[in-house]
T-cell receptor
Framework: GDSVTQMEGPVTLSEEAFLTINCTYTATGYPSLFWYVQYPGEGLQLLLKATKADDKGSNKGFEATYRKETTSFHLEKGSVQVSDSAVYFCALNRDDKIIFGKGTRLHILP | GAGVSQSPRYKVAKRGQDVALRCDPISGHVSLFWYQQALGQGPEFLTYFQNEAQLDKSGLPSDRFFAERPEGSVSTLKIQRTQQEDSAVYLC??????????????FGPGTRLTVT
């Protein structure tokens, strides 16, 4: 069945460092891909999405490109801030269900 | 506007008790979803409604789990004879339409269930 694999955390970076969180997926066809974020004490919220191959989703300085050839959707940010500390989930949509990865906890040190 | 709300936010139940978890979706949203999130894991799909019709319940882990949305708005997830393995955060999400894979789902804050 469909699945999402993302790098395990926690990931700890200093403020202003470059961030990459790897995500690969297994799916038939071309599902939509998402990154969701869960800030401490808050609910899940959509960070960005891409609906077809080569699409780039972006929001709040974060970017991810839908790569069909490598079945990947890696999350990147050029300069992280302390406020980016959260848990990040890579996900795909299959028949209206969202299938999530296990999540990557990100700690940003000032 | 108001987002998805869930109640209670925290629930402690003794093993064997029945519990009921409520979800109020965003007004007018057609689709409603329930997910279960175990500690340190990503959410896992439980069931899905389009209006009052339960279209998919393939993720419900056992027949102790039951969900309803009788008027196509508020939904209740009921767990009978709770077991320790039911301890998790139960997330509700709603979406304005269905059948579109790029539809965003809007999540509530979740109900943390602890079974002792």
């Amino acid at each position: 069945g469909d699945s999402v694999t993302q790098m395990e955390g926690p990931v700890t970076l200093s403020e202003e460092a470059f961030l990459t969180i790897n995500c690969t997926y297994t799916a038939t066809g071309y599902p939509s891909l998402f990154w969701y974020v869960q800030y401490p004490g808050e609910g899940l919220q959509l960070l960005l999405k891409a609906t077809k191959a080569d699409d780039k989703g972006s929001n709040k300085g974060f970017e991810a490109t839908y790569r069909k050839e490598t079945t990947s959707f890696h999350l990147e940010k050029g300069s992280v801030q302390v406020s980016d500390s959260a848990v990040y989930f890579c996900a795909l949509n299959r028949d209206d269900k969202i299938i999530f990865g296990k999540g990557t906890r990100l700690h940003i040190l000032p | 506007g108001a987002g998805v709300s869930q109640s209670p936010r925290y629930k402690v139940a003794k093993r064997g008790q029945d519990v009921a978890l409520r979800c109020d979706p965003i007004s007018g949203h057609v689709s409603l979803f329930w997910y279960q999130q175990a500690l340190g894991q990503g959410p896992e799909f439980l069931t899905y409604f389009q209006n009052e019709a339960q279209l998919d319940k393939s993720g419900l882990p056992s027949d102790r789990f039951f969900a309803e949305r009788p008027e196509g708005s508020v939904s209740t997830l009921k767990i009978q004879r709770t077991q320790q393995e039911d301890s998790a955060v139960y997330l509700c999400a709603s979406s304005p339409r269905t059948g579109l894979s790029y539809n965003e789902q809007y999540f509530g804050p979740g109900t943390r269930l602890t079974v002792t």
